[in-house]
């Protein structure tokens, strides 16, 4: 077996990680940010974070993820091949581990519009598919 490059590793990290705070920021920002504000406004949401600094906290996950995707990819690409379909279907499966179980329970029970929890699995689901190809991408021995 070969030995991790690291230092790809931390580039794919890096890069997955933008990629996947722009995914992020275009799905919360844009495809849901009039509806959040209407949800604020009907007392479905809360008008401020409890977190004040959760946006922060939310791009330094995504990196964090991004690097456990990267790392995911790099251990089971000598098993699968390595290649963007082993990378699909790293972020594919874990990025629905991540994404689907805690949204669907959102969504059945959460008093507010389905949408959101929609829209936050594919957040995760689609985010962890983007970093997991553009980490494999960049990886190399």
């Given at each position: 077996?070969?030995?991790v ?7 794919g990290?890096?890069?997955g ?40 906290y939310?791009v ?34 874990v ?9 669907l ?8 519009d389905?949408?959101f929890?929609?829209w936050?699995m ?20």
């Open positions: 077996m070969a030995p490059n690291t230092k790809r590793v931390v580039l990290t890096i890069a990680g933008v990629v996947w705070t722009v995914w992020s920021l275009l799905v919360n920002a844009v495809i849901l940010g009039s509806r959040y504000a209407a949800a604020q406004a009907t007392g479905q949401l809360l008008p401020h974070p409890r977190y004040p600094l959760f946006l922060a939310w330094v996950t995504l990196f964090l993820l991004s690097y456990v995707f990267t790392w995911i990819y790099v251990s089971v690409r000598t098993t699968l091949g390595p290649g963007p379909l082993t990378a699909l279907r790293v972020g594919f499966l990025g629905f581990a991540a994404g689907f179980p805690v949204n329970s959102v969504a059945t029970w959460a008093p507010f389905r949408i929890p929609l936050w594919l957040d995760l689901w689609v985010g962890s598919m983007l970093a997991a190809l553009v980490g494999g991408w960049l990886y190399k021995d």
